[in-house]
């Protein structure tokens, strides 16, 4: 989900692979402790006292698909013409992303900046799976989301984050986190999670977000979930969560039938977990090559 960002860079939209996508532009690793970001609203407003999510798990599903629509406003900057909600609950007032995108095409796609796809998706249903795999993982990376009829339109309604710059901008501007070692750890989560779900869109930075506490969010999963199993800059995943890998063999075909059948087709399902095992095998070949130690991290 772009939120007021620039638009995808080349040869990341495909919903197959894009040529020149083997490598992955990671996130910046840290290497001593520094300044946090300050709390500035990624969209140019005033700074908010308060940063991250205002309400998470089951207080925040409720909050969205309950609250009242209050303000829109659209986002112009971005691909997939997402609005800003503000919505409230006659308590509380909070702001969130919503996505009315549902483009399928078939054959070869031209997309914008370069680069082509094969069999194009571009699903705001997407953005729900992509919230559900993160709560039976348990990842706490992509914010509450929440599928929400609107104006008579179905669509993906996120809880905005708030206070954030976006990863692209936290290295342009050299910002340090406190705990390197903390740090490069989430970062290697969220390798996992887009190669697990296969996000065709992952080496754009503008779609990890950092809070002040340097908590990161993963968001814009609209181009993720291709039935193929190939792993997207493989070379990259050298690293991995001994809970994300335990917690990924848990899952099976009735899991998530149940949990992102309403989102997911059944080669999308299948493709998930064909991935997944590839991600196995691989944690288990760098274990090999270089030991547990070097490896694995909680």
């Given at each position: 989900?772009?939120?007021?960002?620039?638009?995808?860079?080349?040869?990341?939209?495909?919903?197959?692979?894009?040529?020149?996508?083997?490598?992955?532009?990671a996130?910046?690793?840290?290497?001593?402790?520094?300044q946090?970001?300050?709390?500035?609203?990624r969209?140019g407003?005033?700074?908010?006292?308060?940063?991250?999510l205002?309400?998470?798990g089951a207080?925040?599903?409720a909050f969205?698909?309950?609250?009242?629509?209050v303000?829109?406003?659209?986002?112009?900057?971005?691909?997939?013409h997402?609005?800003?909600?503000?919505l409230s609950d006659?308590?509380r007032?909070?702001?969130?992303?919503?996505?009315?995108?549902?483009?399928?095409k078939?054959?070869?796609?031209?997309?914008?900046g370069?680069?082509?796809?094969?069999?194009?998706?571009?699903?705001?249903k997407?953005?729900?799976?992509?919230y559900?795999?993160?709560k039976?993982?348990?990842?706490?990376l992509?914010?509450?989301t929440?599928?929400r009829?609107?104006?008579?339109?179905?669509?993906?309604?996120?809880?905005?984050?708030?206070g954030?710059m976006?990863?692209a901008?936290?290295?342009?501007?050299?910002?340090?986190?406190p705990?390197?070692?903390?740090?490069?750890?989430?970062?290697?989560?969220?390798r996992?999670?887009h190669?697990?779900?296969?996000?065709?869109?992952?080496?754009?930075?503008?779609n990890?977000l950092v809070?002040?506490?340097?908590?990161?969010?993963?968001?814009?999963?609209?181009?993720?979930?291709?039935?193929q199993?190939?792993?997207?800059?493989?070379?990259?995943?050298?690293?991995?969560?001994?809970?994300f890998?335990e917690?990924?063999?848990?899952l099976?075909?009735?899991?998530?039938d149940?949990?992102?059948?309403?989102?997911?087709?059944g080669?999308?399902i299948?493709?998930?977990l064909?991935?997944?095992d590839?991600?196995?095998a691989?944690?288990?070949?760098?274990?090999?090559?270089?030991?547990?130690?070097a490896?694995?991290?909680?």
């Amino acid at each position: 989900m772009v939120r007021a960002m620039a638009s995808r860079p080349a040869l990341v939209g495909s919903c197959l692979l894009v040529l020149g996508l083997a490598g992955q532009a990671a996130p910046q690793t840290a290497d001593h402790p520094g300044q946090a970001p300050p709390a500035e609203d990624r969209t140019g407003q005033a700074p908010h006292e308060a940063y991250g999510l205002p309400l998470r798990g089951a207080e925040a599903e409720a909050f969205l698909k309950t609250a009242k629509v209050v303000k829109k406003k659209a986002l112009s900057i971005g691909v997939t013409h997402s609005e800003q909600l503000t919505l409230s609950d006659g308590s509380r007032t909070l702001r969130a992303v919503r996505k009315t995108i549902d483009e399928r095409k078939h054959g070869v796609t031209s997309l914008e900046g370069g680069g082509f796809a094969v069999d194009f998706v571009d699903s705001w249903k997407y953005e729900v799976a992509a919230y559900e795999l993160d709560k039976l993982l348990g990842l706490d990376l992509v914010p509450p989301t929440v599928e929400r009829r609107l104006e008579g339109t179905n669509g993906s309604l996120q809880m905005w984050v708030e206070g954030t710059m976006d990863e692209a901008d936290r290295a342009k501007k050299k910002l340090r986190p406190p705990d390197p070692q903390r740090w490069n750890d989430a970062v290697y989560t969220v390798r996992l999670l887009h190669a697990l779900t296969l996000n065709t869109d992952s080496r754009n930075l503008h779609n990890e977000l950092v809070d002040p506490a340097f908590q990161i969010y993963a968001i814009d999963f609209t181009r993720a979930f291709r039935p193929q199993d190939f792993l997207l800059a493989e070379k990259g995943l050298q690293r991995f969560s001994r809970s994300f890998l335990e917690r990924m063999k848990a899952l099976d075909r009735p899991t998530l039938d149940q949990a992102l059948g309403p989102w997911l087709s059944g080669p999308e399902i299948q493709g998930l977990l064909r991935r997944r095992d590839r991600i196995l095998a691989l944690a288990e070949t760098r274990v090999r090559e270089k030991g547990e130690a070097a490896v694995l991290y909680p």
